[in-house]
Structure formats: C-alpha cells, structure tokens
C-alpha cells in the first residue's frame, strides 16, 4: 500500500457507502481518465469483466471471430467465448513480444478475400510494454474492425508519448492483485466515446431499465466495482508514477547483474515507447547457458524464490482446439508440455471442454514460452531479495560451474 488507502476507505466507511456506487466510484473513474488521458472510464470488477462488456457492446457473438494476441494470458481471450466467438490467434514479434502488425495485416487482407472480417481486434501489451497500437489500428482501419486494447498489463507505459491504450475504440485495464497497482480485485474500461461507456456502465449494473420498479429489456451483469474498492484504488493511483520507477529500477539491477551472462536476454524494450518493466524477464538458451529455463525456475524453487515462465501461448492451451493457418507444432525442447497442450492432459475433473480457434504463425510465442522467466518483480523487494534471486541464476550458468 502507498499510504493514503486506509484514509480513504475509512471515508468510504464513514459516509455509509459499501456497495458497487458511491462517491469513491466516481472519483475512482475520473482521476484514472485524467491520469491515462481519456474522457470517459467505469470501474469494474475486473479487467476481464471490462473486455467482455467491451465486446459485448461490439456485438460479438456465436459464429464471429475475434482476433487476439497469441501469447497473452487466458483473461484477455475468454471474453470471446464467452460471447460464442472464435479466437483468431496472431503471433508475437520480436521487438516488443506483442502481435505483430504485419502478420495481422495479412490475416485481415485473407479474411477479407473469404468475405468474413472479424468483430475485433484484441492487442494484449504484454509485461508492461505496449503493442504497436498504431500499425495495428493502421490494419484494421481499412477493414473498419475495432480495435479494444488489452492494456491490463501495462497501466502506466507510454506509447508515442501517449499512454497505454489510447487510441484505440476501448482500453481495458486490471487492478488484480499482482498488477503495478492494486485495489485487490478489479478492473476499469476507458473510452473517448461517452455512448461506450454509458451502455458498459449499464450493463455493468444488470441493464435495469430507468423505472420505479425493476424493469429489463436486455441481460446485464453484476460487473461495478465497490465503493470500498474504488478508495484503495485511488490511493494506489497517487503511488503509480513512483511504482513505475521502483519497477525499471528493479530491471536495471537485473540487467548490470545478469545481461554479460552468455545465454541471458533481457525483453527488449520497443523505441516507440516507455514499459513500466511490470514484470522482469529474462530469456534463456540452454546450449549458450547450460541449463534450460525449468532447470533455472526449479534452482531459485528449491530456495524458495518463485519464478514463472511467460504466459503459455493460446495456440498449446488445452482448451482450445486449434486449427493453424501457417504454422504446424513442432517438437520443442519442452516435449511434455507441448504433448500437454496438444491433447489435453492437465484436466479438472468433469469440467474439460474445447473451443474453437484458428491461429496465425506461432513460432515466436512458442520460443518465447519454451526459453523465457519471469523473475521475482516485486515493488517491496529488498537489495537483498535481489541479490538472492541473482546468485541462484548465476550458479546456474554454465561459466560459473566450469
């Protein structure tokens, strides 16, 4: 926490509003659309809430595709079945590990020769560094199909000087327990169009009818964020700027230490803009470091520092049963897992289902899966925490161990 939460949700508390409205709410969503730089903003029960009212309010539903980015986190996809869409996987490129725009151009020009353009485009700005919005909305603008920024990661960054987001018809954020600020649970959809955001905050609200008694002509959903919510996260947003900074702090330590170490990348970060660096990620090459990037994660395990690998590709998730437009899973150097993804072996007992997707290359989301840590990011993390998370890895290279 940043210091003033407590404050604030002791306001909230005092002048008697607990529920999903009240005056922390709307100052929740005024001072975050001042601070990203848009006119209008709901706050939400989370970020996934927010994209699925996004879509929803674009109309997607059963036989319509939805274009997203292929290494993402499951949130940003499952918006689109739920509205009985089909995900159109497109790959990352290198320069910033989001979609690629020219791959996403050419998928459009295809579906546009079979006579079916897709309801949307979904970008996720992965780990703190946006997409090329710009080239992506340059795509779909000829197209005329919307495109509704996953900005969940990355509140904060900057993209041609502009934040996270804007420009795009609608961006969604997340204030998740793990994001660069937090009210524990929640989310929040921007727009600059007013219409956008009145029919989400309605919708948001169980679409109840303007009459004395409870009247609907449409389903809605129980998506507001409470008033209790909202104080934190306006306390958390006074912290954002200063959060940001620890961040690329926190990476930079990272890089001096470990960037000369044959076998180490760092993800780069693209010149169109700034990451906030939410996440420090490292890419590994075993022939060049000597160990595998699991090897590396079960070292700093077995000293109780917990690493992940970069979110697991859409085309290898289970759940979806994936038809590929130009690229054919390969055997990787993670056979089990890619054997996993393929047929569906980590189930939960009665609930496994598959969905219909396609998807557009591939290749560079599956390296970045196989090769790439998520190392402890943590904005409380002490020099110590840092030193101890640096030894274990190099212990682990090659160098250290001849």
Request: glycine content about 8%; charged content about 25%.
């Amino acid at each position: 926490m940043g210091g003033e939460e407590l404050k604030l949700v002791r306001d909230a508390f005092e002048g008697n509003y607990i529920a999903p409205l009240g005056p922390q709410v709307d100052a929740f969503e005024k001072e975050f659309a001042e601070k990203v730089g848009v006119k209008h903003a709901v706050a939400l029960s989370s970020g996934t809430a927010a994209l699925h009212l996004a879509l929803r309010i674009l109309g997607v539903g059963p036989g319509d595709e939805v274009v997203a980015s292929d290494l993402t986190f499951i949130g940003s996809v499952s918006p689109i079945v739920f509205q009985g869409g089909t995900p159109v996987f497109i790959d990352s490129e290198s320069t910033s590990w989001n979609m690629d725009p020219a791959l996403l151009a050419q998928e459009l020009e295809a579906c546009k020769r079979r006579g079916k353009l897709p309801k949307a485009v979904v970008p996720t700005d992965l780990y703190g560094q946006c997409a090329d919005l710009d080239q992506i909305l340059a795509a779909c603008e000829p197209h005329g199909v919307p495109v509704v920024a996953d900005a969940a990661e990355a509140l904060g960054a900057t993209y041609n000087g502009r934040s996270a987001g804007v420009g795009a018809k609608a961006a969604i954020f997340s204030f998740n327990g793990n994001k660069i600020i937090t009210t524990s649970g929640g989310g929040m959809l921007v727009s600059d169009e007013a219409e956008f955001i009145e029919k989400a905050r309605c919708l948001a609200q169980q679409a109840r009818d303007p009459a004395p008694h409870y009247e609907h002509s449409t389903i809605g959903y129980n998506y507001r964020m409470s008033n209790v919510l909202a104080a934190i996260g306006r306390g958390q947003l006074r912290v954002l700027d200063q959060r940001i900074e620890t961040k690329r702090k926190i990476f930079t330590r990272y890089q001096r230490a470990l960037g000369d170490i044959p076998g180490i990348e760092f993800m780069p970060e693209a010149k169109y803009g700034r990451s906030t660096r939410w996440l420090s990620v490292i890419l590994i090459t075993p022939e060049e470091f000597g160990m595998d990037r699991e090897a590396v994660r079960q070292a700093l395990e077995a000293e109780n520092i917990e690493a992940r690998p970069v979110w697991k590709p859409m085309h290898l998730q289970p759940v979806f049963k994936v038809q590929s437009s130009k690229f054919k899973v390969q055997s990787s150097r993670y056979p089990s897992e890619i054997d996993e993804a393929l047929h569906g072996a980590s189930k939960v007992q009665g609930l496994e289902q598959m969905y219909k997707a396609r998807t557009v290359g591939g290749e560079i989301a599956e390296d970045l899966f196989n090769r790439g840590l998520c190392l402890p990011s943590g904005t409380a993390m002490t020099e110590e925490d840092l030193e101890r998370v640096v030894k274990v890895i190099k212990e682990c290279s090659r160098s250290s161990r001849s």
